[in-house]
Nanobody, 121 residues
Framework: QAQLVESGGGLVQAGGSLRLSCAAS????????MGWYRQAPGKQRELVAT???????TYADSVKGRFTIDRDNAKNTVYLQMNSLKPEDTAVYYC???????????????WGQGTQVTVSS
């Protein structure tokens, strides 16, 4: 099996910064897209940012210019640098990866357990 483990969440004041990390481990043949989603209380889970293996990124409009996603393919790790944080960024942040466990298997989606990010005003 493969698993994703996030770290780096916490409490920060508005205007502050946090850096999230997510490491994929276990049986992994290749990882396609990695990314971050978030879910605030009472709201649906939403896309924050994604990055494909070659480095192309996408961002939600609400975080463009403030958040940066990158990845280290050698370490199977994806990062999310969050700057100029706002109270509306408060949510549980989930790591995502679309990966193959073998060249014989089709890619599947995997999710981390989530890490809480709280931004105080």
């Amino acid at each position: 099996q493969a698993q994703l483990v996030e770290s780096g969440g916490g409490l920060v004041q508005a205007g502050g910064s946090l850096r999230l990390s997510c490491a994929a481990s276990g049986r992994i043949f290749s990882i396609n897209t990695m990314g971050w989603y978030r879910q605030a209380p009472g709201k649906q889970r939403e896309l924050v940012a994604t990055i494909i293996r070659g480095g192309t990124t996408t961002y939600a409009d609400s975080v463009k210019g403030r958040f940066t996603i990158d990845r280290d393919n050698a370490k199977n790790t994806v990062y999310l640098q969050m700057n100029s944080l706002k109270p509306e960024d408060t949510a549980v942040y989930y790591c995502y990866a679309n990966l193959r466990q073998s060249n014989l298997y089709r890619p599947l989606d995997y999710w981390g357990q989530g890490t809480q990010v709280t931004v105080s005003s």
